[in-house]
């Protein structure tokens, strides 16, 4: 319990430095900032591998699963790659949340940042329910996997562009239950108007992208369930791969369209893992085949989306 509330110190930490130091007045976040900071939350997440092997290799945490500090390295590091490739899906539906909102540039952060730490509680509630269910019944990984592999074909043949967070029942049932307003008063989640206290479109924003990340977990979690069932393991993977979630959206959310295989590569992941599920009791898939082919399938997306030009843009053959 000692390494969970150290983990969890250091997470509460960072949150802290982050909203109270370098982000205390609003601001536009530019390219180059989210880049520093995205480099930065994957530098932490990676170096924080020597901190499983050490952890593994001396013995400093419960082992249910009985790994190795090698395994235990490997396994933490393809968790944190399926985590960090599906919340890619997670910044262009969040794109989508603000544009609907007229939510400014300035004040996205700050939603996200209440955000990150609502997904935070939710999540690992998720993720104790899971690791406990897989635990006391084994047969729960095949519905875990064929889960996943029908989110996979819904992901291939379905479109996220209708996606309008004002039709959403999550909105039209919030504005039943409580009054909101359409007016920003700067970074406010609630104002008063004519003695009423309403929300503003920041905590609306703030309400659909909580419970639209809920949804992508119902994904996610199973995905790193099938990697590994160590807890610990699985997160501080996912935890990490959240904490980087912000400032990767402000790096890739006005370059969406360029990477636009990338929806393809998440597919191909996720059938992989489904598939990994549904036959782990009888075939085991070394964990450099499993990084390897996560680290192929999001490589092969970048590249054909820099390599292959859109329809629009197809160089036209030369008029005679």
């Known amino acids: 319990m000692i390494v969970w509330g150290l983990f969890l110190v250091a997470i509460v930490f960072f949150l802290t430095l982050d909203l109270g130091v370098f982000n205390r007045n609003p601001h536009i976040i530019k390219p180059k900032e989210a880049a520093i900071w995205t480099s930065i ?15 593994f290799d001396n013995e400093l945490i419960a082992n249910p699963t009985q790994l190795t500090a090698h395994n235990a390295v490997l396994k933490y590091i393809t968790g944190y790659l399926i985590e960090l490739s599906l919340s ?20 996205q952060h700050r939603v996200l940042f209440w955000g990150i730490l609502g997904a935070i509680v939710f999540r690992a509630i998720m993720i104790f329910f899971g690791v406990a269910l897989i635990n006391k019944f084994d047969w729960i990984i095949y519905i875990f996997g064929v889960f996943l592999l029908f989110t996979a074909y819904k992901m291939a043949t379905h479109s996220g562009a209708d996606f309008n967070p004002k039709n959403s029942i999550v909105f039209k049932y919030l504005k039943k239950i409580y009054p909101i307003t359409y007016k920003i008063d700067g970074q406010k989640f609630f104002i008063r108007r004519m003695g ?24 996610s979690i ?42 393809y590569s998440l597919v191909v992941i996720l059938a ?45 053959d030369p008029v005679d």
């Open 41 to 55: 939350w994957v530098s932490l997440a990676l170096l924080f591998s020597g901190v499983i092997y050490w952890m």
């Open 88 to 107: 890619i899906d997670n910044v262009f539906v969040i794109a989508v949340i603000f544009s609907a909102f007229s939510i400014p540039q300035k004040y």
């Open 196 to 219: 009423i206290k309403a929300a503003t479109p920041l905590f609306v924003a703030l309400v659909v992208i909580e419970l639209t990340d809920i949804l992508f977990a119902m994904d």
């Open 222 to 263: 199973p995905a790193i369930l099938a990697i590994t069932a160590d807890p610990f393991i699985v997160f501080s993977s996912n935890i990490l791969a959240i904490l980087g979630l912000r400032s990767m959206y402000f790096l890739i959310s006005g370059m969406l369209d360029k990477f636009r295989f990338i929806n």
């Open 272 to 316: 992989f893992v489904g598939v990994k599920m549904i036959i782990s009791h009888h075939v085991e898939i070394p964990e450099w085949l499993s990084l390897g082919l996560i680290f192929t399938a999001l490589a092969g997306g970048i590249i054909a989306s820099l390599a292959i030009p859109p329809k629009s843009e197809a160089p036209k």
